[in-house]
């Protein structure tokens, strides 16, 4: 039977077996029982994040690192501290954890986590091309780029990531086919548009491209005049070929590779229904942070 014992974010931590729950003497390897991640939005002026471990009385120190091999009990990483910050404006890795006795015992096993969770990073490492981790209040999602096929794009997308510009963003128009966020704030109860940063770019038509609106693909969102992207983007939850025709063309420029259940999740907020038959949610679903995995 599986005990839950804490989260990484929105995935649950398990350890599974049987035996006593007791705290271990101090002189037993100590068992970690939780590694949460603070769920501080990013901030232009801080732009970190805290991991914080915790574990039963036979832990009196924590090594934090970014490789997976066990360390010994003299190595320097060790610290009494329980928590690391990560700056979110550099590159960024999954963490490893390790607990210490105070008989310089190291537990059997680590917990993970980061800025994003090891599933996230995961599906990230697997992809050839360039990756973002977009944190929201409903889950995350990892978004693959084809920065090849769709430079400017790419580089719209990028430059908003790597600026803090999407956290506390919202997810503000919803519906079956698509949700679209990234361009507006919810203050004092209403959706308020958020200043951009750069100019509106050129539209890259799927039909030059060949990054199609399939679903789990992201494409920019814009207003009538083709070349008006900014920051706002959409997600498709179908094939919507309707945005690849040129008369009517939505930039796709990568595809969602993890995370599809929080892209089903946010469509499915209440609210108030348009006559487009799109939804303005009463409390939209937040982005938190996006950052660049590689």
Known sequence: MCKYLGFIFFGFLCACGSGSTDDPPASSAPKLSSLSLSQTAYQ??????????????AASAYCFKTDATKPLASDGCFQSDASKTIDLTGSQALYYVWGKSASNQVSDTSLNGGSCSSDGFAAAAK?????????TDQGEMVIELEEKKAPGTVSNFLKYVNAGFYSGTVFHRLSPNFVQGGGEQFTNGKLVLKATLYDPIALEKPSVTKVLN???SIAMARKSDENSATSGFFINLDNNSGFNADSNAYAAFGRLIHG?????AISKFPGVTSGDGTVTPSTPPVIQWAIQLK
């Open 127 to 135: 992809s050839s091309l360039p990756t973002v981790c977009m944190v």
């Open 44 to 57: 232009a002026d801080n732009g970190k994040i805290v991991l914080k471990a915790s574990g039963n009385a």
């Open 214 to 216: 399939n679903i789990y």
């Open 260 to 264: 599809f259940s929080t892209a089903q």
